[in-house]
């Protein structure tokens, strides 16, 4: 059966440095926690040999399938990166049609997120002629926006995309993503995922926001526009929980304890960065004292993500834990 007709075919690929390497390993313990039946593929660009064997035991801890393929660290050197917080790891999704030719569909996922519900939609939904299917982005920059051709509301994130492999194969749009990357006369400030939107214009099948749904409260404009049961958490720019607490964090926090014994150790804070994080603090204080709307928002929006959200995704996940961890001790 193909990935579209059987759901437990889902073949979820992320790809990482050794910087991300603990955000490699609770996106798959978290998408296997509400999807046991998933395969799972991870690009390793650079991952050192002690997390190398720490994926490798997380496969067997989980009964799942994780094929480690190593792309060589110089694959990208002829591309820039423009944006602070990434590397060049975030060109790797583009290798994945050729990476796995006999792979009609594959669920790309950023290892900076955390899965926190069922996605076998992702695996059902029919693309038709589509090259990807993707979340629109909620806080995209207008700029960007008007130098791919798109509007807001049809450019997409990058960091989940539901890819037809066909499609890519016979069209060579990775091909065509690497050549607008390397285009001097047209900069992407949002490299590939730019690239992404522009090769794959008028073709992008829009999912629901709950599929990405970032965790900067500052993305949100008002309330309404925060998705009513997120299904996938994105950890966007610099808020990575592997690094220092952030909003929706518990929910991340709380698979990294189900696999402490493997996690990588902790990274330390740079000053600087906590710096700015104190900045940031003392501004939302400032906005929030002189009545100020946008921070007014910010703090409500924090509230209801680490309140209202993580709280009830904490109840339903311990108790679900917990009855897994009792069958399994029958087992």
């Not at 798109?150 to 989940?160: R, T």
């Not at 991340?252 to 906590?274: C, G, K």
Request: glycine share 4%.
């Amino acid at each position: 059966m193909s990935a579209i007709e059987d759901t437990t075919a889902m073949f979820i690929v992320t790809g990482s440095d050794d910087n991300y390497a603990a955000g490699v390993m609770v996106l798959i313990a978290s998408a296997a926690f509400h999807n046991p039946d998933a395969r799972f593929a991870v690009l390793d660009m650079g991952i050192g040999p002690e997390n190398r064997a720490r994926i490798d035991a997380l496969a067997d801890r989980l009964g799942v399938s994780i094929d480690r393929v190593e792309v060589a660290r110089d694959a990208f050197d002829h591309i820039a990166v423009a944006r602070s917080h990434l590397t060049r790891s975030t060109y790797l999704r583009l290798l994945i049609p050729d990476l796995f030719p006999a792979e009609d569909r594959a669920i790309y996922m950023d290892c900076d997120m955390v899965v926190m519900d069922d996605l076998s939609l992702l695996a059902r939904v029919d693309l038709g002629d589509a090259v990807v299917a993707a979340v629109p982005c909620p806080s995209p920059d207008p700029v960007e926006v008007a130098a791919t051709g798109h509007v807001i509301g049809s450019y997409v994130n990058a960091g989940l995309l539901v890819m037809n492999l066909p499609v890519w194969r016979r069209e060579g749009v990775a091909a065509r993503c690497l050549e607008l990357l390397s285009d001097p006369e047209r900069p992407l400030l949002s490299e590939d995922q730019s690239a992404i939107n522009i090769a794959a214009h008028g073709r992008i099948l829009p999912l629901e926001a709950r599929f990405n749904t970032y965790s900067d409260p500052g993305s949100y404009k008002q309330a309404a526009d925060f998705p009513d049961a997120p299904a996938v958490v994105h950890y966007v720019v610099n808020n990575k929980p592997w690094i220092l607490p952030t909003s929706l964090g518990a929910i991340w926090q709380f698979h990294a304890r189900r696999i402490a014994d493997l996690m990588p150790p902790r990274r330390q804070l740079p000053l600087r960065r906590r710096l700015s994080l104190l900045n940031r603090d003392r501004k939302m204080y400032l906005g929030v004292a002189m009545r100020r709307r946008k921070y007014r928002m910010r703090r409500w929006m924090l509230a209801h993500m680490n309140g209202t959200v993580a709280r009830a995704y904490l109840a339903r996940a311990k108790a679900r834990a917990s009855a897994m961890d009792q069958a399994g001790s029958l087992a």
